[in-house]
């Protein structure tokens, strides 16, 4: 009896495994695409910084000077019309108010007293700092007096009246500096008027523009 050949059938894969060179391509791309997300985040965050920066810089702007009190003493005068005159001593405060985002050094300045475009007194003003959005005060003493006044009539009417109004002026030269990378070069103005009553011997009113 004629033995029977045994047929022999080959076994179907379902799941096909996913080739090595195939994987590492996808994973590259994964990779790729996430690097390509992060340069993007990294310059937008960059480009708002400059604009920030840029922003600020151009808002720059110049510190206010300003006298904040004035108390006077050893205040005499004559209104004598042949030899009016008057002397005295300020107490002031004043105050650089800086508005800005960056401190603003300042060189040495000076204030002047006028009547009527006549110096009557100055004071020097010291080099200091402005910290960023604050204000820096400072004490100065003033000696006034009419020895440079050169129309005598008008002020012996102006003591007659029992008023005398004089003018501060002043100028502080500075840069104003931002991050410790930009600085800018600002000036801060002084520019007040001053009533004094002198009968009762005090400031009746004090303004700044």
Sequence with gaps: MAQKKQQVYPIELTNDPVKPDVESEELRRTKCTRYIA????FALF???????CLIT???IKSPKFQLRAVSIEHLNYSSDTTSPSFNMRFNAKIAVKNSNFGHFKFKNGTITLTYRGDPVGDASISKARARARSTKKMNVTVDVNSNHVLSKSRLAKDLKSGYLMLTSQGKLSGKVNLMKMVKRRKYAHMNCSIIINLVRKFIQDLKCI
């Design 38 to 41: 992060y340069l993007a985040i």
């Design 46 to 52: 960059e480009t708002m910084v400059i604009l920030v």
């Design 57 to 59: 810089l151009m808002r």
